[in-house]
């Protein structure tokens, strides 16, 4: 009997495993409206891991010259959105799980064991993999190469190659995804398998517990807020700009979810006792549906403000560099070749007869040829004296360049004549701003303060690389300043000091594409190379050229976490409404029984849908705008100073988004409606 029994259960189980496939197809069919998008969303994570895995491991990548910045910032790129994905892959399927909680229970009251819901879920796992990996595969092969030539583009980058799929790129998506879907049907079966059948059988109404010390997590939640907004506004271009960017990232993300999860609540519990607006139709309704839905939703809510704010201020930050990339390079390398000599000199007639000649070999002409001396100083500024540095503050140490007032004629075409305790100052960063100059305790008079001089790009906001220059009458003040500045830093040779700093420079800057100077260039420079006294050179184009595949390769970096975090952020919204709906669904029939129209329940789950979306959305754009503030200054390390381009940036990039915000909200509302009345 017992025998008979035990092949009775045994056939059972091999009736229930070959049964749980269909299940598991059925399941995902069933319930397309939430697996279809996590379906679309999984595929474009493995086409966008599997192209930074194709451009990262291609070894043709490393034989294009100059490209070493452009594969460091690359593999940033790839570690960065691995820790990403993955969070967002787990959040997602978490939101799956939830909506299947009831059916779970259902086929276990109806004879599957948790560990036949199991294997169930595992197969509908190995289908999600072999889809999602399918597809994004599919479009990697397909787009890889056209993604590869964006990037050699932006980077301004020519290579005539053949772009070669990897086998390590195809491996190395599939475990990481692999290893990414095990993690989620290890969370599943967690979820299920500690939950009872009556607690999956109440599917996922059960909403989030309120906070016990409500008002208490509201204030720490201002406060939290309060200070990372202090932090941005605040924050000064030194050696603690990228802490403190973390830290005001770190409590603008704290301060965010307990204000939406405590703050919220506690307000709309202070509604609830102000009588002469609480007890009005539509305020208590929507007061009400308000409060129910802030208690349920409010951490998923923080998240769609969080990732809205990721996706404003990638944007904003791409937009600009994309704009601003060419004169920001221009900014840092305003020649194309820079000379220096020490001890001797190169005679300035020889260096206008070498460069007109090769004007006429090479059929480009110069737009500026600049040759002067100068003594470089190392000083620290306090209000309007120049002094030893210390090491203690550094935005007032500055380098200070001194030049005859010759020489800056010549350059600026001006005709300054200088008395003895004259001088002229200019700094490429903010003005000096006074009268007179304490320069060691030599006196000089102001004679003017410069607004340009060409060798040195000025900008207010320049605070991370500006320095002073300081033009005097002639040889014999230079000198005596140079004296006053040895005297404190205890130089006692300063003759042999003066002789081995002075540098002569001479600056070219030509006009016509890159392409036409390389070949003008490497022929001046070679002749410069073999003056006597030749200190060094810097190439500008080449330098821009380094620098255009920096910043193209972080702009490419920036357009693929931009399109991530939108991806995010609409699979977020769309599985809220989703979510809203259903729950929902009965709401909206007891309003109709109770006897409101069913326009008066559309106005006003109308107005609870908008303001709960509308929430996240201005707080996305009050955190960008205080983000704005630290962001500026970011800019201001890679000398990005047009605040035309910047303000363009914001105030573009926040319209689209407001745009697309609303319109992805619309779509997903007419779902949301179409769940609520059974359609």
């Given at each position: 009997?017992?025998?008979?029994?035990?092949?009775?259960?045994?056939?059972?189980?091999?009736?229930?495993?070959?049964?749980?496939?269909?299940?598991?197809?059925?399941?995902?069919?069933s319930n397309?409206?939430?697996?279809?998008?996590?379906?679309?969303?999984?595929?474009?994570?493995?086409?966008?891991?599997?192209?930074?895995?194709?451009?990262?491991?291609?070894?043709?990548v490393?034989?294009?010259?100059?490209?070493?910045?452009?594969?460091?910032?690359?593999?940033?790129?790839?570690?960065?959105?691995?820790?990403?994905?993955?969070?967002?892959?787990?959040?997602?399927?978490?939101?799956?799980?939830?909506?299947?909680?009831?059916?779970?229970?259902?086929?276990h009251?109806?004879?599957?064991?948790?560990?036949?819901?199991?294997v169930?879920?595992?197969?509908?796992?190995?289908?999600?993999?072999?889809?999602?990996?399918?597809?994004?595969?599919?479009?990697?092969?397909?787009?890889?190469?056209?993604?590869?030539?964006?990037?050699?583009?932006?980077?301004?980058?020519?290579a005539?190659?053949?772009?070669?799929?990897?086998?390590?790129?195809?491996?190395?998506?599939?475990?990481?995804?692999?290893?990414?879907f095990?993690?989620?049907?290890?969370?599943?079966?967690?979820?299920?398998?500690?939950?009872?059948?009556?607690?999956?059988?109440?599917?996922?109404?059960?909403?989030?517990?309120?906070?016990?010390?409500?008002?208490?997590?509201?204030?720490?939640?201002?406060?939290?807020?309060?200070?990372?907004?202090?932090?941005?506004?605040?924050?000064?271009?030194?050696?603690?700009?990228?802490?403190?960017?973390?830290?005001a990232?770190?409590?603008?993300?704290?301060?965010?979810?307990?204000?939406?999860?405590?703050?919220?609540?506690?307000?709309?519990?202070?509604?609830?006792t102000?009588?002469?607006?609480?007890?009005?139709?539509?305020?208590?309704?929507?007061?009400?549906?308000?409060?129910?839905?802030?208690?349920?939703?409010?951490?998923?809510?923080?998240n769609?403000?969080?990732?809205?704010?990721?996706?404003?201020?990638?944007l904003?930050?791409?937009?600009?560099?994309?704009?601003?990339?060419?004169?920001?390079m221009?900014?840092?390398?305003?020649?194309?070749?820079?000379?220096?000599?020490?001890?001797e000199?190169?005679?300035?007639?020889?260096?206008?007869q070498?460069?007109?000649a090769?004007?006429?070999?090479?059929?480009?002409?110069?737009?500026?040829?600049?040759?002067?001396?100068?003594?470089?100083?190392?000083?620290?500024?306090?209000?309007?004296?120049?002094?030893?540095?210390?090491?203690?503050?550094?935005?007032?140490?500055?380098?200070?360049?001194?030049?005859?007032?010759?020489?800056?004629?010549?350059?600026?075409?001006?005709?300054?004549s200088?008395?003895?305790?004259?001088a002229?100052?200019?700094?490429?960063?903010?003005?000096?701003g006074?009268?007179?100059?304490?320069?060691?305790?030599k006196?000089?008079?102001?004679?003017?303060?410069?607004?340009?001089?060409?060798?040195?790009?000025?900008?207010?906001?320049?605070?991370?690389?500006a320095?002073?220059v300081?033009?005097v009458?002639?040889?014999?003040?230079?000198?005596?300043?140079?004296?006053?500045?040895?005297?404190?830093?205890?130089?006692?040779?300063?003759?042999?000091?003066?002789?081995?700093?002075?540098?002569?420079?001479?600056?070219?800057?030509?006009?016509?594409?890159?392409?036409?100077?390389?070949?003008?260039?490497?022929?001046?420079?070679?002749?410069g190379?073999?003056?006597p006294?030749?200190?060094?050179?810097?190439?500008?184009?080449?330098?821009?050229?380094?620098?255009?595949?920096?910043?193209?390769?972080?702009?490419?970096?920036?357009?693929?976490?931009?399109?991530?975090f939108?991806?995010?952020?609409?699979?977020?919204?769309?599985?809220?409404?989703?979510?809203?709906?259903?729950?929902?669904?009965n709401?909206?029939?007891?309003?109709?029984?109770?006897?409101?129209?069913e326009?008066?329940?559309?106005?006003?789950?109308?107005?609870?849908?908008?303001m709960f979306?509308?929430?996240?959305?201005?707080?996305?754009?009050?955190?960008?705008?205080?983000?704005?503030?630290?962001?500026?200054?970011?800019?201001?390390?890679?000398?990005?100073?047009?605040?035309?381009?910047?303000?363009?940036?914001?105030?573009?990039?926040?319209?689209?988004?407001?745009?697309?915000?609303?319109?992805?909200?619309?779509?997903?509302?007419?779902?949301?409606?179409?769940?609520?009345?059974?359609?």
């Amino acid at each position: 009997m017992n025998t008979s029994t035990g092949r009775t259960n045994n056939k059972t189980d091999r009736l229930r495993i070959k049964l749980l496939p269909q299940l598991a197809w059925k399941g995902i069919v069933s319930n397309g409206s939430v697996y279809y998008p996590y379906l679309a969303a999984g595929i474009f994570s493995v086409f966008i891991y599997f192209v930074f895995a194709s451009i990262l491991h291609n070894d043709i990548v490393k034989l294009i010259p100059k490209s070493a910045y452009m594969w460091i910032l690359m593999q940033m790129g790839q570690g960065l959105l691995s820790i990403i994905l993955v969070c967002f892959l787990i959040y997602a399927n978490g939101f799956l799980i939830k909506r299947r909680r009831k059916e779970f229970g259902l086929y276990h009251i109806l004879g599957l064991e948790k560990k036949h819901i199991g294997v169930m879920m595992l197969f509908e796992t190995v289908i999600l993999y072999v889809w999602t990996i399918a597809g994004g595969i599919i479009f990697g092969v397909v787009l890889s190469k056209l993604m590869f030539l964006l990037l050699l583009r932006i980077c301004r980058l020519s290579a005539d190659i053949s772009f070669v799929f990897e086998p390590l790129a195809f491996r190395e998506t599939l475990a990481y995804f692999a290893v990414v879907f095990l993690v989620n049907y290890v969370w599943g079966l967690w979820e299920v398998g500690k939950a009872r059948p009556v607690e999956l059988m109440s599917g996922s109404k059960k909403g989030e517990k309120e906070p016990r010390f409500l008002w208490l997590y509201a204030i720490l939640g201002a406060a939290s807020l309060g200070a990372g907004y202090y932090c941005s506004i605040t924050a000064k271009v030194d050696s603690m700009i990228f802490i403190n960017f973390f830290l005001a990232v770190f409590l603008v993300i704290i301060g965010t979810y307990l204000l939406f999860t405590s703050g919220s609540i506690a307000f709309l519990k202070w509604m609830k006792t102000r009588k002469r607006i609480y007890y009005r139709p539509k305020n208590f309704i929507t007061v009400s549906g308000m409060l129910y839905r802030m208690k349920k939703s409010a951490a998923s809510l923080s998240n769609i403000c969080i990732f809205s704010t990721m996706v404003l201020i990638t944007l904003i930050c791409t937009v600009a560099l994309s704009v601003g990339l060419e004169g920001c390079m221009h900014f840092i390398y305003p020649y194309d070749l820079t000379m220096s000599y020490r001890g001797e000199k190169v005679d300035p007639d020889a260096v206008i007869q070498k460069e007109t000649a090769l004007e006429e070999k090479y059929g480009i002409s110069a737009a500026r040829l600049d040759i002067y001396d100068k003594v470089t100083l190392h000083v620290r500024k306090v209000e309007n004296r120049f002094e030893m540095q210390t090491g203690e503050d550094y935005e007032d140490e500055y380098q200070l360049d001194l030049i005859m007032q010759d020489d800056y004629n010549r350059v600026e075409n001006r005709a300054f004549s200088l008395a003895e305790e004259e001088a002229l100052i200019y700094c490429s960063g903010s003005d000096f701003g006074y009268d007179s100059i304490d320069f060691f305790n030599k006196k000089l008079q102001v004679k003017e303060e410069l607004d340009g001089f060409f060798p040195y790009p000025k900008a207010d906001e320049n605070v991370y690389q500006a320095r002073y220059v300081m033009i005097v009458r002639d040889e014999e003040v230079r000198e005596a300043c140079v004296r006053a500045w040895c005297e404190a830093y205890g130089v006692e040779d300063a003759a042999g000091f003066i002789k081995s700093d002075v540098s002569q420079r001479i600056l070219l800057l030509l006009e016509g594409a890159d392409e036409k100077k390389t070949a003008f260039l490497s022929e001046f420079s070679a002749w410069g190379e073999s003056r006597p006294g030749f200190n060094g050179l810097e190439n500008g184009v080449e330098w821009r050229e380094n620098t255009q595949i920096m910043y193209g390769a972080l702009l490419f970096v920036g357009i693929i976490f931009g399109l991530i975090f939108f991806m995010c952020l609409l699979l977020i919204m769309y599985y809220k409404q989703i979510s809203e709906g259903y729950e929902d669904r009965n709401n909206f029939g007891i309003m109709q029984k109770v006897g409101m129209s069913e326009r008066e329940i559309h106005s006003t789950v109308h107005r609870q849908i908008l303001m709960f979306f509308g929430l996240p959305l201005a707080g996305a754009l009050l955190h960008t705008m205080a983000g704005m503030f630290m962001v500026k200054g970011l800019f201001a390390t890679i000398s990005l100073f047009d605040m035309r381009i910047f303000v363009g940036s914001i105030a573009g990039t926040a319209a689209v988004f407001v745009v697309v915000y609303g319109v992805s909200y619309l779509i997903t509302a007419k779902k949301y409606y179409r769940i609520v009345k059974q359609e």
